[in-house]
């Protein structure tokens, strides 16, 4: 398969939403009709939808605001979410990592992490409203094959249907209020666009996070950033790009080979025009690779003029991997030579080494 021109179609999400009837996976309309004919009324369907979205609320018995004989039916008739969490971990600095197993879809299971972070244990990113970022994934597992990454290592399972991506943000909000959301989990964005727009929607009109915070990570594909671009979406655009070099991004981001840098920079560039939102350029550091003074300055040439921002990401180490952290000299460095050039560079530690949170260790870790 070739994920740029034969990327993997999602079921319909009509179709997928069917598969297992929860609250969230049937539409508002949906859930009225159950409602309804449970004989309740239609405002309590609101009610329902308003307490797992807004409060996190995932036990029908904590929602004081419903009938009590209602919430007994509800509990018999109607699971909230359709996933399981497999295992859990949560680093010192409060970190958590949730692995969520959901039922087989055309004979594939799924298996995805989502990653919780309260703002205190950002060190580069505190948010003034005091919430969590929530990493969310898209696919489990992912067609791209960055060898970096672990996720890569397992290939692509299947797409996630749209109420599998919205139940990790209703996951993320019952450990405590989201401030930010980054579609930067497991699987590529726009290989599964249909579904996560559905699941966005919702975190937009329900959830109340608004568009300027919640960022979606994709490797760049020129042509569909450009379908998406005049529909306005509602998030902020990263790109991965992990080097200057045409050979070297061919080899990190294998799916992309042939596409050429300049390329994805000019889809970049054309969506920041249709936008009016800049374009953050996402940069994992691997010690020895991609981390010279010959890439800042080649990538500082790539980027000089165009309204952009780079995020450098100094790799994670995963177990197994030949793949190494650059020290805090070298982070420093490669900063430094972009902001010299007039370029925006932050740097962001990844947090809770200590506890499988690199991208994909715990799913691999259960694959084992
Ligand atoms: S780094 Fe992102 S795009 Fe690359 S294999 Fe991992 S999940 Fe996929």
Redesign the pocket.
């Known amino acids: 398969m070739d994920p740029r021109t034969d990327p993997p179609t999602p079921a319909a999400p009509s179709a997928e939403r069917h598969a297992q009837r929860t609250l969230l996976a049937l539409s508002p309309a949906e859930l009225v009709a159950l409602f309804t004919g449970l004989g309740a009324q239609p405002f309590h369907a609101r009610i329902a939808r308003e307490n797992v979205l807004r409060k996190g609320l995932l036990d029908w018995n904590a929602m004081t605001s419903l009938p009590a004989t209602l919430r007994a039916e509800l509990e018999r008739e109607l699971p909230i979410l359709a996933g399981r969490e497999a295992a859990r971990s949560t680093a010192a600095d409060r970190t958590t990592k949730l692995l969520l197993e959901f039922s087989r879809q055309a004979g594939r299971a799924a298996a995805v992490e989502t990653v919780h972070m309260p703002s205190l244990a950002l060190e580069h990113e505190s948010d003034e409203r005091g919430g969590a970022t929530l990493c969310v994934s898209t696919q489990a597992g992912?067609p791209?094959?960055?060898p970096f990454?672990a996720?890569?290592q397992l290939g692509l399972a299947r797409n996630l249907a749209s109420h599998e991506i919205l139940e990790q943000y209703v996951r993320g909000r019952a450990l405590g209020p989201l401030a930010r959301s980054v579609v930067m989990g497991?699987?590529?964005p726009l290989l599964n666009y249909a579904n996560l727009a559905v699941a966005l929607d919702a975190v937009h009109d329900e959830m109340g996070l608004g568009s300027r915070r919640v960022t979606v990570s994709t490797?760049g594909f020129p042509d569909r950033l450009r379908k998406l671009a005049p529909g306005r979406p509602r998030f902020q655009l990263a790109i991965?790009l992990h080097t200057p070099d045409q050979e070297q991004r061919d080899e990190l981001?294998p799916a992309m080979r042939g596409v050429p840098i300049e390329e994805v920079l000019a889809a970049g560039d054309d969506w920041f025009h249709e936008t009016g939102r800049e374009v953050t350029y996402e940069y994992v550091l691997l010690r020895g690779v991609n981390d010279s003074a010959g890439h800042a300055r080649r990538l500082a040439d790539r980027l000089r003029g165009r309204r952009a921002s780079v995020n450098l990401i100094p790799y994670n180490p995963v177990s197994e991997s030949p793949y190494r952290r650059p020290d805090a000299a070298a982070v420093e460095a490669f900063r430094r030579t972009l902001l010299e050039a007039r370029i925006v560079a932050t740097v962001r530690w990844s947090r809770g080494v200590e506890s499988d949170a690199a991208?994909?260790q715990l799913r691999l870790r259960g694959a084992r």
């Open positions: 992912c791209i094959g960055c990454c996720s890569g497991m699987g590529e490797v991965s981001v991208c994909g």
